[in-house]
């Protein structure tokens, strides 16, 4: 992996932890509060058993909204250079490949969730190498959310369009 240079910015942030809830952390609401200084607690602490504090700089995951608009603004552009510059400014190069695919013979939807309620484009290297849309006519007025209880955007617009209901098929014959 290439050092990242000082001038340039990561295609990364921290995720915002302090708008989660306990129960992000395994840990949730009244009844994690109601087991400190129990009995059973204090039973387990003599066992040798401690809740160990959180410990500083831990890693709790990537909000990799800047990558994914990185990769939109570079459609059209040669592949490897692009590559190589989202390469360097990410811990990981895995996340790349989430949005882009080198091999688009199995592509069926235009589109990837990119967060919860978000979905953007999905994006594919062409024969020539050059980093392109797998359908650049679909937009935000072709996508049809899948629930109607949060706010869905595509490619960081809000989709207005109706829920689209979920068709469950059965597969007995009866």
């Given amino acids: 992996m290439a050092r990242r240079g ?3 910015k990561p295609l990364w ?7 989660h809830s306990l129960s992000v952390q395994g840990r ?20 040798g058993v401690t809740r160990g504090a959180m410990k500083r700089g831990a890693h709790h995951g990537l909000d990799l909204t800047p990558l994914f608009h990185f990769l939109l ?7 490897e250079p692009v590559h190589r510059e ?17 091999n688009p013979g199995r592509l069926r ?3 990837i969730a990119g967060g919860e309620h978000a979905y ?5 290297v062409d024969e020539g190498g050059l980093l392109q ?3 650049p006519t679909f937009g935000v007025e072709d996508f049809f959310p899948y629930c109607p209880c949060h706010t869905h955007t595509f490619t960081g617009i809000v989709a207005t369009n109706p829920c689209r209901e979920r068709a469950f098929v059965s597969t007995s014959d009866g």
């Avoid at 603004?73 to 592949?79: F, L, N």
């Avoid at 390469?87 to 989430?98: G, H, N, T, Y």
């Avoid at 953007?120 to 594919?124: A, D, E, G, K, V």
């Fill in 86 to 102: 989202a390469s360097a400014r990410l811990p990981d190069e895995a996340p790349i490949f989430w949005m882009v695919r080198e």
């Fill in 73 to 79: 603004s570079k459609v059209g552009e040669p592949w």
């Fill in 28 to 47: 949730g609401g009244p009844e994690y509060r109601w087991q400190w200084h129990s009995k059973a607690e204090k039973r387990a602490e003599a066992q």
């Fill in 120 to 124: 953007l484009s999905r994006l594919f």
């Fill in 133 to 135: 849309q797998v359908d």
């Fill in 13 to 19: 942030r921290k995720e915002n932890r302090r708008t």
């Fill in 6 to 8: 000082h001038d340039q």
């Fill in 109 to 111: 939807q235009p589109y």
